[in-house]
């Protein structure tokens, strides 16, 4: 008899998505994370005092109708959780030089914005935004192409997307728009898929505008809020969440997944197995050689990741909402050439001089005035970065690493906080505490192959019918995560669904069985609207 149904690798949103739905369809089901934290990229962590989530800056689709809102209602998880909104009038705020602009919720009132700042490109606006939300519509056909005839098919569904959807976003903003602070604008949140706007697949961008068209929320208390809804339910329906344990191995015999062998040498035993782990992970560490086939060894040993990021973790002592901030993120560039920041992103060498080219930036107590109550702020700033310029410390103890990679750091910290004196003027006077992550933190932490923040780089290799898919060539394995159906938490929410469908072949939907919940959402910059118990408490005299 096996110990488990299922066995579930990393507990990012992914795993535990495809968790709860195996534990309420009656699996027995064990997570095993090596991290002490759960949650992956949605873990939350604390440094001397302060509380960070690096990566969940926002969430779109929560709203009535959303897709993420059906799935956490539909799981039985959104009664747990509460999302704070955006400023609707700019969740995202764009500050290119000395150019500001920022983009609200809804997408006629984003084109209406940009049609009122560049009238002379009024045609081109009308024509960009038909088209993408065109290529939003098809993408929801989006499926792998096991078939002949999925892909005789695709050609009838997805007329658009094959028309302009392949096109790098570059070429496909030139048949549009000609200023280029607009096709700033158009393309600066390319950073939420790491690819530069002159290589990224248009169909992924505007997969990813179409996300945020009805803007965005932050999660209550912080991101881990979300993987700690999750374990408290899969714990309800009998399952285990298991901390600190790594998995060494997937046990494969007869090209069917029998359970995995943990660090410590135990054998689990299970019909089911989910990797939530990338690719690099599953296919190049857990699956022995000889299991993998030949065409699969090929992908894996050609395959690029996306890019990491430096993240700077900031304590700042200032009044933020005087500086003129709120809960929206901002984007920031040093110039129209967005390009300039994934080339910084492609570097080797980070010890120049020079202002870092471009940086994401937002205040989590703005987001979530009940984090603190002291007045003091926390503050994330990332800027992407190459792996290869941190590649030569990869062996040494992740506790000690040499001084020469402590000194890089406070030079990159430096020069992060350059960039952000041109929209938060003296802000790095006020700063009380820092520590700077880097894609080796990534790896460490999170087990990322590079330090990659959304798997596999998003080229058309990568992309919708050619990702990776749920269903495995071996039998019972299962695979989830940034590198399947899409990057962000709602794709990967998404691909741990997908993954749970697949090992109990039914349809994704079949498993949103809860009826009754309702996502609570209320305003980031308006706690007198939120519920009395949520409400922050009153600064500290």
């Known amino acids: 008899m096996n110990d488990y149904d299922a066995v ?53 689709e929560l709203g009535p109708g959303g897709a993420l809102r059906r799935i956490y209602e539909g799981l039985g998880v959104a009664d747990r959780m509460v999302f704070l909104e955006l400023d609707p009038d700019g969740y995202d705020r764009v500050v290119v030089d000395d150019f500001r602009f920022d983009i609200p919720k809804g997408r006629e009132r984003f084109a209406e914005r940009l049609r009122q700042r560049f009238p002379d490109e009024a045609a081109g606006i009308d024509g960009y935004f038909s088209t993408v939300a065109s290529i939003c519509d098809e993408l929801r056909w989006a499926a792998p192409v096991d078939s002949v005839a999925d892909a005789l098919v695709l050609p009838l569904r997805m007329r658009t997307v094959l028309r302009y959807g392949l096109l790098p976003l570059g070429r496909f903003l030139d048949r ?11 393309s600066i949140q390319a950073g939420d898929h790491g690819m530069a706007p002159s290589r990224a697949p248009t169909a992924l961008h505007a997969g990813l505008q179409g996300y945020y068209f009805d803007g965005g929320c932050y999660p209550r208390g912080g991101a881990h809020c979300i993987p700690e809804a999750f374990i408290a ?3 309800e329906h009998g399952g285990e969440v298991k901390l600190g344990t790594e998995v060494d191995s997937i046990m494969v015999e007869g090209g069917r997944a029998l359970g995995v062998r943990l660090a410590g040498g135990e054998q689990v035993r299970a019909g089911i197995v989910v ?3 990338d690719p690099g992970v599953t296919w190049g560490r857990l699956v022995a050689a000889e299991h993998v086939g030949a065409r699969l060894r090929r992908r894996i040993a050609r395959l690029r990741y996306s890019a990491s990021t430096i993240s700077l973790f900031l304590g700042v002592d200032m009044d933020m909402a005087r500086a003129g901030l709120d809960s929206g993120n901002i984007w920031y560039s040093s110039s129209p050439d967005i390009d300039a920041v994934y080339d910084f992103a492609e570097r080797d060498d980070l010890s120049g001089a020079g202002e870092i080219p471009g940086v994401f930036f937002n205040v989590t107590t703005l987001k979530d005035p ?23 410390w990869e ?74 898919p749920v269903r495995t060539p ?8 940034a590198s399947t159906i899409a990057p962000g938490i709602h794709g990967v929410t998404r691909s741990g669904l997908a993954a749970a469908a697949a090992a109990l072949d039914c349809k994704s939907e079949d498993l949103l069985t809860v009826t009754g919940q309702a996502l609570r959402i209320y305003p980031s910059d308006d706690p007198a609207a939120w519920p009395a118990e949520l409400r922050p408490r009153a600064p500290r005299p």
């Open 176 to 186: 549009f728009v000609r200023d280029p602070y607009l096709k700033a604008v158009l």
């Open 395 to 468: 062996h040494s103890d992740s506790a000690r690493r040499p001084d020469d990679y402590g000194a890089l750091k406070k030079h990159l910290a430096g020069r992060m906080l350059d960039a952000v004196e041109h929209f938060v003027p003296g802000m790095r006077e006020r700063v009380v505490f820092q520590a700077l992550g880097t894609p080796l933190s990534n790896r460490h932490y999170l087990g990322a192959t590079r330090g990659g923040i959304y798997g596999t780089e998003k080229s058309i290799r990568n992309l919708g019918p050619f990702s990776f």
């Open 8 to 60: 579930v690798i990393g507990s990012g949103s992914g795993g535990l998505t495809a968790a709860l739905a195996l534990a309420r369809a009656g699996k027995r089901v064990v997570v095993y994370e090596r991290h002490y934290l759960p949650g992956g990229y949605s873990q939350s962590f604390s440094l001397e005092g302060f509380r960070f989530s690096p990566g969940v800056h926002y969430i779109g």
């Open 275 to 277: 990797s939530n782990a």
């Open 474 to 481: 071996i039998d019972g394995l299962y695979q989830c995560g």
């Open 233 to 235: 339910c899969i714990r």
């Open 370 to 392: 009940s984090i603190r109550s002291d007045g003091l702020h926390t503050v994330e700033v990332l800027a992407l970065a190459s792996y290869d310029a941190f590649s030569r």
